[in-house]
């Protein structure tokens, strides 16, 4: 079964503010046709992110969000949570009362996000959580160098062999510029 969901209806913000996303799809399969990284992660009803950006699309897919996020991504989705995730991991981030289009928040993950997020830490402060394991599941999916994850991560490139071998990973994208 494929669901596609326009920007609207799955309520993001597509203004100039919201980034790039311009959509969201999600993939149930019975058996994945290859055993692919990404195959498995769409088997397993993976998220997949569209950036658009002039004249190339961008597709991102995002591994299975660990239980331990459910606080986050029960509130405002996978995409906002790791796009908090990406932009303020392992920040203590104060989450305005009343959001609004300018706002860092709103930037960093989106208006209506910023808003759903607001309800209910609104006023306060958030204590923005790594998520590393997500974090290397994903860029691994999507064809992203060990040298770029660790790059990114701040971490060494051992660090993230050893968590791609807890996950059983074994399709290690060579070379160092992809996704850089």
Known sequence: MVE???PEAAGVNTGPASGRICGFMTHRAEAPL???PLARAL??????????????????????APAELAYLTSLMGAEATFRLIETNGGCRIYIPKH??????LARDIGLHAARLLSAEYGGGDLKVPIARVWRVA???I???????????????EDTVNNIRSCLRLTNRPRGGTHGA
């Open 99 to 104: 959001p609004r289009q300018g706002c860092a």
């Open 34 to 36: 290859h055993r692919s």
């Open 142 to 156: 999507n064809g992203l160098s060990v040298r770029t994850i660790a790059r990114r991560l701040c971490v060494s």
């Open 4 to 6: 596609v969901f326009t």
């Open 43 to 64: 088997a397993e009803g993976a998220l997949l992110r569209f950036g658009q950006s002039s004249a190339t699309c961008e597709v991102t897919v995002l591994a299975q």
């Open 138 to 140: 994903t860029y691994s």
